[in-house]
């Protein structure tokens, strides 16, 4: 599925639409350069599961844990410089909690180390096409 958002808030409503769709012990793989709107994304997503809490990037914690209607893990791998450094996050244990969901930001600098069964996100910004607020959002389910 790809769609084009033209604003922070459809992206925000579109997470939430998405919600729907996503179940516990899901892992969803969020891959888009800065300012793509990975965060906006993962906030609407966290609205469709009713958070309350303010959805920030862990980008300087790394990990932000959330309660709604299931637990929800959002990790940030900006700030890491290898799959091994993922690792030592202990990830493997969130990725086997199958009573929550984890949302992965900059998921690309540790694809080795996710579960071959993910969502992966791709989010592109179309400033570059003059479209400053648009951005396009390609949805794959990867179930080896």
Same mark, same amino acid.
């Given at each position: 599925?790809?769609?084009?958002?033209?604003?922070?808030?459809?992206?925000?409503?579109?997470?939430?639409?998405?919600?729907?769709?996503?179940?516990?012990?899901?892992?969803?793989?969020?891959?888009?350069? %800065?300012? =793509?709107?990975?965060?906006? *994304?993962?906030? #609407?997503?966290?609205?469709? @599961?009713?958070? +309350?809490?303010?959805?920030?990037?862990?980008?300087?914690?790394?990990?932000?844990?959330?309660?709604?209607?299931?637990?929800?893990?959002?990790?940030?791998?900006?700030? %890491?410089? =290898?799959?091994?450094?993922? *690792?030592?996050? #202990?990830?493997?244990?969130? @990725?086997?909690? +199958?009573?929550?969901?984890?949302?992965?930001?900059?998921?690309?600098?540790?694809?080795?180390?996710?579960?071959?069964?993910?969502?992966?996100?791709?989010?592109?910004? %179309?400033?570059?096409?003059?479209?400053?607020?648009?951005?396009?959002?390609?949805?794959?389910?990867?179930?080896?």
């Amino acid at each position: 599925m790809k769609i084009i958002t033209h604003s922070e808030n459809e992206t925000i409503e579109f997470g939430h639409k998405l919600a729907d769709s996503l179940k516990p012990g899901d892992v969803v793989a969020l891959i888009g350069e %800065l300012g =793509s709107g990975k965060t906006c *994304l993962t906030r #609407g997503i966290c609205q469709g @599961f009713d958070v +309350k809490e303010d959805v920030t990037s862990p980008t300087f914690v790394l990990i932000n844990e959330y309660r709604g209607r299931i637990p929800i893990y959002h990790f940030d791998f900006y700030r %890491l410089d =290898s799959s091994e450094e993922v *690792l030592n996050l #202990g990830v493997d244990d969130y @990725f086997n909690e +199958k009573d929550g969901l984890c949302l992965i930001e900059w998921a690309d600098r540790a694809l080795s180390v996710l579960p071959a069964k993910r969502i992966e996100i791709k989010l592109t910004s %179309l400033f570059e096409q003059n479209k400053e607020f648009d951005r396009e959002i390609e949805v794959s389910h990867l179930n080896p």
